[in-house]
């Protein structure tokens, strides 16, 4: 089945993943790729076309090219990191998701309001190094996948490793526990959440310290970092399913409140590191699909109870995309800046 649409999106982060779904669900597909990923995107027989271009910021001047091949964009994390908030803002090519969101995304303090509202434990944040009265991280604004994150057992430490720091930083309590990424999809067609997978990080050096005998590091002057090098997958114990449940209705709730009333909808993650007394602390929230759910382009234990077909993250939004053209309700799962 052919549809009128042409799902599209940056060829990086996970393209693949949402346009095999696109094309399992009956659209034409595109890659917007550079030089260097040109060739991976045309390799896969389920993406129909490629757009080449010189560096991604380019972008913005391929509008009108998208207007007339019919295109939806989906986003994904590289739209965040390669167009800045008001390149999004300004794109009026059918755009899945809600932009509003962006806003409260993007500042650190809005995203901490965000989530408090939502009843979601956060780490507690320090203003600066003489507050700290126990083990925290710091954390280097625009850091992507934890690079520079200093882990800082006090004060002295602080003083003597972070406080020269030039770039802007937040002082938030270490949390020592397990880190679960949380992936869910939110309908606004159905009004239904549902979890869709879930993944731990692997992040060098911090997953491998463990490695090393407590003994044997003493006077070794290494310190943990937290590069994210992979995801792998977990299941989470089924008696913690329902507060996973709840946070995500309960960010989609007030992000009703405060996005204007199609609040956040579509893939969104939940970061967070769970406590040994099973508490869900917050690091982040990811509005948009995250390279975790690439672990389930197959589906997940989670999207199979739902589904009985693979159904990964990229296939849902290709899902819900085609069930709102079913019902002429496509407007519903676009922002409203999409001239359509
Ligand atoms: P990305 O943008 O790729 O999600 P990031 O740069 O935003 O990454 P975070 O996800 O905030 O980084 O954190 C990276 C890692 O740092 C986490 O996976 C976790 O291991 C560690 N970390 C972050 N915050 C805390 C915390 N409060 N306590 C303990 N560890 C933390």
Avoid at 72 to 90: C, R
Avoid at 176 to 190: C, E, N, R
Wanted: proline residues 4%.
């Amino acid at each position: 089945m052919n549809r009128p649409y042409t799902i599209a999106t940056l060829g990086s982060h996970s393209a693949l993943q949402i346009l095999k779904g696109a094309h399992d669900e009956g659209f034409k597909t595109l890659a917007i790729s550079n030089r260097e990923t040109e060739r991976l995107y045309r390799s896969f027989a389920f993406v129909d076309d490629v757009i080449v271009l010189n560096a991604y910021s380019e972008f913005m001047g391929l509008m009108d090219e998208l207007k007339s091949r019919k295109c939806i964009i989906v986003p994904h994390g590289s739209f965040v990191a390669y167009l800045s908030l008001d390149e999004h803002k300004k794109m009026t090519i059918p755009y899945f998701g809600n932009k509003a969101v962006l806003d409260w995304e993007a500042s650190r303090e809005l995203q901490r309001e965000w989530l408090s509202r939502a009843d979601l434990k956060l780490p507690r944040q320090f203003k600066n190094g003489s507050e700290i009265d126990r083990p925290v991280i710091v954390k280097l604004y625009g850091a992507q996948g934890g690079r520079g994150y200093m882990f800082i057992r006090d004060t002295h430490d602080f003083e003597a490793r972070a406080a020269h720091l030039k770039e802007a930083y937040t002082i938030q309590e270490y949390i020592i526990g397990v880190p679960l990424y949380i992936h869910y999809f939110y309908s606004p067609l159905s009004n239904k959440l549902e979890i869709m997978s879930m993944d731990r990080r692997y992040e060098t050096n911090v997953d491998s310290l463990g490695r090393i005998p407590a003994a044997a590091q003493e006077g070794m002057d290494v310190s943990p970092s937290y590069v994210v090098v992979g995801n792998s997958a977990v299941s989470l114990r089924e008696s913690m399913l329902a507060e996973a449940l709840r946070m995500g209705d309960d960010v989609v709730k007030v992000s009703q409140e405060i996005c204007g009333p199609k609040g956040l909808f579509g893939a969104f993650c939940i970061e967070t590191i769970i406590t040994p007394d099973i508490q869900f602390y917050v690091m982040e929230i990811s509005a948009r699909i995250v390279a975790g759910t690439n672990l389930f382009i197959d589906g997940s234990p989670y999207s199979y109870l739902n589904y009985s077909e693979p159904m990964s993250t990229g296939r849902r939004i290709a899902r819900e995309i085609k069930n709102a053209l079913l019902t002429n309700n496509l407007r519903l799962v676009l922002d409203d800046t999409s001239v359509l």
